[in-house]
């Protein structure tokens, strides 16, 4: 059994990871000179920079 936080900490990262495949997206349309792993890479790069962060609602933003 999962216990709240989990379950809170689960939904934060499937949010997270929503919002940065959209993010990649948008970025492949605003930059068709840039490899879909190049995109991927610049996100996980900017993402990483995030990790310690106490407050993780507006992650996604800031990567962007």
Known sequence: MTTTTEAQQARRVKAEQAALDALAERL?????????????????GRYEGFDSSAVRDFVPVLVE
């Open 28 to 44: 492949a349309i605003q930059f068709p000179e840039l490899s879909a792993e190049e995109i991927a890479a610049r996100i996980q």
